[in-house]
Nanobody
Framework: QVQLVESGGGLVQAGGSLRLSCAGS????????MAWYRQAPGKEREFVAA????????SYRDSVKGRFTISEDSAKSTVYLQMNSLKLEDTAIYYC?????????????WGQGTQVTVSS
C-alpha cells in the first residue's frame, strides 16, 4: 500500500532550524507532485510548500518565503522541507502530501504528520 512517512519534527527555539523528511513507498515517486501542509491547534490545514516539475519553480505560502525550502531526492523517494529562522507561528503538525500528476486530487495521499514546536 501507499505510505508517506514524515520525520524530523521536534522542539526548536525561535530562530532555529529543522529539516523535515517525507519518505514515500508503494508509489512511483516521479508520478506525483509533492507538497507540505501544516495544521496548528484550532486552525484549518494550510498549504506550506510544493515541489515543482522540471522547468517550474517551487511554490510557498507567503509567510514562509525566504525561510523554507522544499526539495526532492527521487532516488530515495523522499521530499524534504528545510525550515530556517523558525517562528512561534510555525508551530504545527506538518503533513506530507502526494498528488498524482495526471489524475490529480482523485489520487492523493497524506502522511500521518510530524510535530514541529517552536519555543520562545
Amino acid at each position: 500500500q501507499v505510505q508517506l512517512v514524515e520525520s524530523g519534527g521536534g522542539l526548536v527555539q525561535a530562530g532555529g532550524s529543522l529539516r523535515l523528511s517525507c519518505a514515500g513507498s508503494g508509489l512511483t515517486f516521479s508520478s506525483y507532485d509533492m507538497a507540505w501542509y501544516r495544521q496548528a491547534p484550532g486552525k484549518e490545514r494550510e498549504f506550506v510548500a510544493a515541489a515543482s516539475r522540471s522547468g517550474d519553480r517551487p511554490s510557498y505560502r507567503d509567510s514562509v518565503k525566504g525561510r523554507f525550502t522544499i526539495s526532492e531526492d527521487s532516488a530515495k523517494s523522499t521530499v524534504y522541507l528545510q525550515m530556517n529562522s523558525l517562528k512561534l507561528e510555525d508551530t504545527a503538525i506538518y503533513y506530507c502530501n502526494a498528488e498524482h500528476r495526471v489524475l490529480g486530487a482523485r489520487l492523493k495521499y497524506w502522511g500521518q504528520g510530524t510535530q514541529v514546536t517552536v519555543s520562545s
